[in-house]
């Protein structure tokens, strides 16, 4: 009787499995790919968080005994607010700056112009933080172009690297500077997808340029924003390059983030189990971030809602 | 005809049994399999002909592996995938990570068993503190870790009308002639020029006030830094001096190691304080200019109170033996091999036959390839204190070495890193004058301690 009713339900299944099945094949390598190349060292990472490490012989299970170490580390715990603090803050930045640039070039009218603009800022996206930290570190230094300027204006020399309160300022700035231009790119892309009789209609209504851009241009760019700030959510914990390239002792308490700490603990000092635990939290703390950015942009919402 | 042909069957079987008591020898110590970073060849090629040469020399077959980048990483890769290597290297801190997780061999009875390894003339007893643990030995040496010590740009100094060998020894001494210095020195030139940001070469200098670097043992087991004590406020401040002065330069907060380099070997900076090699690096790096237009010439640095220079060596470079090794017997015997003279000779002048050919009276003469190796396949200056350059050191270098007596090992324990970061953080901050000396001290002192490197 039970086996009977089961078996509409086993063989929708089936049905199912053999209609889409050329797509399900298609998509086999990418999950085995993932399995072997993703969860599986993610599972083999959290199993590692509960262990002693020994690089050589059998680890030994200790519980949570790394993530009371972890939690007790007055440096994972600052590494911790650093990212956070500097990953959302770029976030919102470059989505702003980004959103500026877009509705810049899309008031260009010439071509040339705009495309000249638009390669400009989107260059320094392409480059590696090796590059780009390298280049600001000189631009930033006491004998370097920004020093000589104040110098030049009658002001002041500021140690960018040396005094702490300026640490994030440094790292906002260069990190808006390199990634605007790609967030300009895709807002840009969601502009030019806008029916220009919207933008005919409100002219014709005595709508000035001004009122267009806030009253059409922001709220149909604002899927894209919301995408853009999911997306990005993902990766307020994971500045590496960066910081690696660009901090310095004096300002590392203020810059210094998590995944810096993990590389520290588990590359350098060898202390695998701490390490992997702080990766167990990233990852956590990544969700739970994630999870609320989407709920706060209500990003399955539409426009009118 | 059948004569000849038995003495042909004679001849080749005795040529067999020949090469077989050969290559019986040759791997009597069986096969050794080495991951190196700094040591060997220079390339893949060179790196063949150096462990065939090593292992000719050990009496088995080597295999070396150098990786191209990030060594830290692939050690990490290659140990916890359960790789068996018998010789790692390693620098000292990385040792104690490795020794904290049981990963290594104790060799405390293998060196006491060496009559190379033992022999204290060879290898100073206390040479060993640098890889013990709790009196138990857990690695052997690259190469003698030198000192490092003030080297002044002679040609500047003597334009300043300054005699080098005169310099009065003190801190006011010395800003005095990085002060004249930089009055002839032309735009851009600088008194002094370091690299904080790693605190790894200030010691000439706290030697005025008597404080070694880094983290000290004292009698009754703990722990200190005398950088971060009240006695060091008085040589905080007088680089604080030269900072706001315009003597020191401001890339030393921030710069590396290279930087300081390549400003001091284009006549941009007075001073700086620098390995005893790259004394005699700095000159032959100058080409024709030396000694017209550009000598290094090496000095001790300040007087303590007890009338002492005091100047610092490096972190051992060493090899260890993973607590997996298939051969600890193989691996001893590469060690024991490099505290010798021919050991010496192949880990700094290199190959013979491809670095150098020694000719009938045993003198040395350099190919072009090894001239451009500058003596250095891992060992400058090889493990034993017997060893006799063949070939001499390069300009300065010898007057450098003298200065050795004045220098102690710098002890490394697993938080070294720990207290490099601290220091450099505040001293940075005393420097630029975000602090003053006393609070930058007191903060140093707070961290180190909630760290526990103060103990």
């Known amino acids: ?305 | 005809m059948k004569k000849t042909g038995f003495r042909l069957l004679s001849l080749m079987l005795a040529l067999l049994m020949a090469l077989s008591l050969t290559s019986a020898l040759a791997e009597a110590n069986g096969e050794i399999k080495i991951l190196t970073n700094v040591t060997g060849g220079k390339d893949d090629a060179e790196m063949l002909l150096f462990a065939e040469a090593l292992g000719k020399a050990v009496g088995a077959k080597v295999t070396m592996e150098k990786p191209a980048a990030n060594y830290g990483d692939v050690v990490m890769q290659k140990l916890g995938a359960g790789e068996v290597y018998d010789l790692i290297y390693l620098n000292a801190p990385q040792m104690f990570y490795l020794q904290e997780q049981g990963a290594l061999t104790d060799l405390t009875d293998y060196v006491k068993a060496s009559p190379i390894l033992s022999d204290t003339a060879v290898i100073p007893a206390d040479e060993w503190e640098q890889v013990s643990v709790d009196g138990r030995i857990y690695a052997g040496f690259n190469k003698t870790e030198v000192h490092r010590l003030v080297n002044i740009n002679k040609v500047v100094a003597e334009k300043a009308g300054i005699d080098v060998d005169a310099i009065e020894p003190t801190l006011d001494g010395y800003y005095e002639v990085m002060k004249k210095m930089k009055e002839v020195g032309g735009e851009g030139f600088y008194g002094l020029n370091a690299v904080i940001k790693d605190a790894w070469d200030l010691q000439p200098w706290f030697a005025s006030a008597g404080l070694k670097a880094g983290q000290v043992l004292n009698e009754d087991g703990s722990i200190s830094v005398p950088y971060a004590t009240e006695a060091a406020i008085p040589v905080w401040e007088w680089l604080a001096k030269l900072y706001a002065e315009g003597l020191l330069d401001p890339d030393s907060l921030t710069g590396s190691s290279g930087d300081m380099r390549g400003k001091f070997n284009t006549g941009k900076t007075a001073v700086v304080v620098d390995w005893a090699a790259w004394t005699g690096l700095y000159n032959l790096n100058a080409g024709e200019a030396y000694p017209e237009q550009f000598e290094a010439y090496p000095l001790p640095g300040t007087k303590g109170p007890d009338g002492n220079y005091m100047l610092a060596r490096g972190d051992a470079s060493i090899w260890v033996v993973p607590a997996n090794a298939a051969n600890v017997e193989g691996a001893v015997k590469v060690l024991e091999f490099f505290a010798t003279q021919e050991g010496g000779e192949l880990l700094s002048l290199g190959i013979e036959g491809h670095d150098y050919t020694r000719e009938a009276d045993g003198s040395v003469t350099f190919t072009e390839v090894g001239r451009s190796h500058n003596k250095d396949h891992g060992a400058p200056f090889p493990v034993s204190r017997l060893y006799k350059d063949p070939i001499g050191f390069p300009p300065n270098v010898e007057l450098a070495m003298s200065y050795l007596p004045y220098a102690s090992i710098q002890r490394s324990d697993a938080l070294t890193d720990m207290y490099r970061q601290i220091v450099a953080k505040y001293g940075t901050q005393i420097v630029n004058g975000t602090l003053s000396g006393a609070d930058g001290i007191a903060a140093m002192q707070e961290e180190l301690k909630a760290e526990g490197v103060i103990k």
């Open chain 1, 1 to 305: 009787m039970q086996d009977s009713l089961r078996a509409p339900g086993r063989s929708l299944l089936r049905r199912r499995l053999k209609q889409y099945r050329s797509i399900y094949l298609m998509i086999l390598p990418v999950l085995v790919y993932f399995l072997i190349f993703s969860f599986y060292p993610l599972i083999l990472g959290l199993i590692q968080s509960l262990q002693k490490e020994r690089l050589l012989g059998t680890p030994q299970f200790i519980g949570l005994k790394n993530y009371e170490a972890l939690f007790r580390d007055r440096n994972f715990l600052q590494a911790l607010w650093n990212s956070f603090y500097i990953g959302s803050t770029s976030l919102v930045i470059n989505i702003m700056m980004g959103t500026i640039l877009a509705l810049s070039l899309n008031e260009l009218r010439s071509r040339p112009a705009k495309a000249a603009v638009q390669t400009v800022t989107f260059l320094p996206y392409l480059f590696s933080w090796t590059v780009v930290g390298g280049v600001w570190i000189y631009v930033l230094s006491h004998n370097g172009l920004v020093n000589g300027m104040l110098d030049a204006l009658g002001l002041e020399r500021v140690s960018f690297f040396t005094v702490p309160a300026w640490g994030r300022p440094v790292m906002l700035f260069t990190n808006a500077w390199k990634q605007s231009g790609y967030f300009a790119v895709l807002l840009l892309a969601s502009l030019v997808g806008i029916d220009p009789e919207v933008y005919e209609a409100a002219h014709i209504d005595g709508a000035s340029r001004m009122q267009q851009i806030g009253r059409i241009s922001l709220p149909m760019m604002l899927p894209t924003v919301k995408t853009l700030l999911l997306l990005g959510a993902t990766g307020v914990l994971r500045n590496f390059d960066q910081v690696l390239i660009m901090s310095r002792p004096a300002i590392k308490d203020k810059v210094g983030s998590v995944l810096l700490f993990i590389y520290e603990q588990g590359i350098l000092k060898m202390k695998i189990g701490l390490a992997t635990s702080a990766a167990a939290v990233v990852l956590l703390a990544t969700f739970l971030i994630a999870l609320a950015v989407r709920k706060a942009s209500r990003y399955e919402g539409s426009l009118y809602d």
